[in-house]
């Protein structure tokens, strides 16, 4: 019921991107040798610092690797449109074209899921 | 391949085409040669675990750096407020270097000779096919000589790279007396962390309230007016913090008598119990050497690109050393980093850079233990300007609150994670 009201609220043009992206899944994720072009490659990374390593979160934010890319864009969508209320990520979702979400989702969801690492604190040593 | 990803997008959506493979396999990276990191901050840390994976690990990539810890300077201003202990903020590098390949030489750069593509240390010299150099903020003492020895900056701290400093202000805050003045000048922008002194001030703020509520702070800001997320900050002040702080704009430091503490801009002289000066900044010592900071003498003008030096060839800088109107962040840092390692990356491998870099930066302040509030703005390359600039839907939140408080430490632990790790 929620995917069909989120649905209603996205515009004609994201719609076209939404439709197009179920397309590309199919394929790319069939395909793991798959590298993203540098322009994914940087964008996504950019992610990181509150998303982890190819969006391993290590807590407090969702994790991103390994999502199922129609959720991604769809929550994406609904940050942008503000059906889904947010402190800082419709100003994320806001700045992207729909192509580069798409790509976000394919990209994302091709990343495995692994157990990131928290760098140990030390005693300053100065 | 006639057809690409984006044109095949729209047919895909229009026609319902189902059977063509979509993405053609790019090739692997077939970079080859020796980068040189000077540098082992936000920015320099990125870049050499970036270059290492994008290049599958084809290009040698070597970081000097002096010091054999990273201290966060986000996060830094909670040490002040008592909400964080400097352990807290302190790491080593040796999950980077080991996970990721990356040689390390702790040591001091002394020249460069960009002809002959030689980096000198004290104890030995490189050579390098592509330098970055991310060597953060220096300050301009020449403003402020009083303030040039080690001694006096144990008097009068700036406390505006985390670590001894950032202590050594804690300390004097616990042994001021209730009813005591703490002074904190600001310099003109550009300088690191565009919020960071505003954020000090609620710190400073939350810890005197607490335990000695008789106090006042006096901030002398050299500029006009708030540098950034003006309205959030004028509101916390005058709610959460009222009758604590008197705010002076326009205030430049002429003079500081260290001894006394007592600071003189053009109009007045302040007495202060504890004092901060936040020195003038332009780009770090090395930046200098390579005579790199072109832009007033202060700061490198970079391709947006590839990040490679105007002036300079085969140097890139990254971090707060660059001339942009992006704001000196530490997450901003770790995108310039990763924009310039994707570049070097295409260049030695004869291919073309991204031609259109995105990117996003997320800025938290803390307004008190647990109170944050953001600037958030996804930046795009505008190809006629040759610049990066804001795209829509940037900007500050409403009022800060607990959940964005959680955020902001999910930031930190995701961007140490990404960095260090």
Redesign the interface.
Known sequence: MKIQWNLAKLTHKSL??F???F??S???LA?E???????I???A?????????QGN?????SVLAGLDASHFVLQMMAFRNGSRSS??M???????TV??I??LAVYFAQQKRVS??????????? | MAIDRRDFLKIAASTALFTVPLISKATLSQAKGRVVVIGGGYAGATVAKYLRIWSNGGLDVIVVEPRTQFVSCPLSNLVLGGNKNINDLTFGYDLLKSNHGIQWINDEVISIDASSRVVKMNQSELTYDRLVIAPGIDFMYEQLPMLQSSQSQEEVPHAWKAGAQTVNLRKKLESMKDGGVFVMSIPKAPYRCPPGPYERVCQVAFYLKNNKPNSKIIVLDANAEIVSKKGLFTKVWAEMYAGMIDYRPNSSVVDVDVAAKIVKTEFESVKANVLNIIPPQRAGKIAQILGASNVDKRWCEVDFLTYESKVVQNVHIIGDSVSASLPKSAHMATSQARVCANAIVALMSEQAPDATPVFANTCYSYVSDKLAMHVANVYRYDSAKKIMVSAEGGGVSDKPSELEGNYAQAWAKNIWSDVLT
Do not use: M, Y
């Open positions: 076209l991107g439709v197009g992206f397309v590309i199919v394929n790319a395909d040798n798959i590298v993203a072009t540098p322009h490659q940087i964008l990374a950019s992610c990181a610092a509150c998303h982890g390593s979160s290590v807590g407090g934010t402190t800082v419709h100003r994320h979702a806001k700045g992207l192509e580069e798409n790509d990131p690492l928290n760098p140990p604190n030390q005693r300053l040593a100065e």
